[in-house]
């Protein structure tokens, strides 16, 4: 199985977050595109448990603190958070377990996550390692936000019932700079992820 995938720094292959055909225990992977052979860059985790504890998601370039970062489940909502270097691969955890669900979309610099908060019903943004918060957004299942990264990792926009929001990391302050009026809604369209 293959979750997202990410190219490798050089270009000359393909990584992503994934289960070994052979035995199901998730790892990172590598697919040279020379060769098209398939290898773990990581070591095999043991097999996931319920709720895909243990798994590897989310795996995200972050050009600005230039390593990937990924996730790795640990049930139901926490996650731990890693820090992989695009040369050897080596994996750093990012601070304590986090109580988060849904796919985080971090900060080009790696120093900010957005994820939902279950317990709080809302989008937030984390500091990390810290794990501090700040609430952006309610979670509505009918309309999930999409949230993207200025290309500096200093400012987040998404849109929330018909109003486009730019958030600035650095003072906390909020710019509406489209407001749809009342009863319309903004399109979907925003990437969601980080720039490159």
Same mark, same amino acid.
């Given at each position: 199985?293959?979750g997202n995938v990410e190219?490798?720094?050089?270009?000359?292959?393909?990584?992503?977050?994934?289960?070994?055909?052979?035995?199901?225990?998730?790892?990172?992977?590598?697919?040279?595109?020379?060769?098209?052979?398939?290898?773990?860059?990581?070591?095999?985790?043991?097999?996931?448990?319920?709720?895909? /504890?243990?798994?590897?998601?989310?795996?995200?370039?972050?050009?600005?603190?230039?390593?990937?970062?990924?996730?790795?489940?640990?049930?139901?909502?926490?996650?731990?958070?890693?820090?992989?270097?695009?040369?050897?691969?080596?994996?750093?955890?990012?601070?304590?377990?986090?109580?988060?669900?849904?796919?985080?979309? &971090?900060? &080009?610099?790696?120093?900010?996550?957005?994820?939902?908060?279950?317990?709080?019903?809302?989008?937030?943004?984390?500091?990390?390692?810290?794990?501090?918060?700040?609430?952006?957004?309610?979670?509505?299942?009918?309309?999930? &936000?999409?949230?993207?990264?200025?290309?500096?990792? /200093? /400012?987040?926009?998404?849109?929330?019932?018909?109003?486009? /929001?730019?958030?600035?990391?650095?003072?906390?302050?909020?710019?509406?700079?489209v407001d749809a009026g009342?009863?319309?809604?903004?399109?979907?369209?925003?990437?969601?992820?980080?720039?490159?």
């Amino acid at each position: 199985f293959m979750g997202n995938v990410e190219w490798s720094r050089d270009g000359r292959s393909l990584l992503f977050p994934g289960w070994s055909n052979d035995d199901s225990r998730p790892g990172l992977f590598r697919i040279s595109l020379r060769d098209l052979t398939i290898e773990p860059v990581h070591p095999l985790g043991e097999r996931t448990g319920a709720n895909w /504890k243990g798994a590897y998601v989310n795996l995200r370039w972050l050009p600005l603190a230039g390593r990937y970062m990924v996730a790795r489940l640990l049930g139901q909502t926490g996650q731990e958070l890693y820090l992989m270097d695009p040369t050897d691969y080596r994996m750093e955890r990012v601070g304590d377990t986090f109580d988060i669900s849904s796919w985080g979309i &971090p900060s &080009p610099d790696g120093r900010h996550l957005v994820a939902m908060l279950p317990a709080q019903k809302s989008f937030a943004l984390l500091s990390l390692p810290d794990g501090a918060s700040k609430i952006l957004c309610p979670y509505s299942p009918e309309e999930l &936000p999409a949230f993207a990264w200025s290309t500096d990792g /200093k /400012k987040l926009v998404w849109g929330e019932q018909g109003v486009l /929001k730019v958030y600035s990391v650095a003072d906390g302050t909020v710019q509406t700079p489209v407001d749809a009026g009342q009863n319309k809604r903004i399109g979907g369209g925003l990437d969601g992820g980080t720039p490159n």
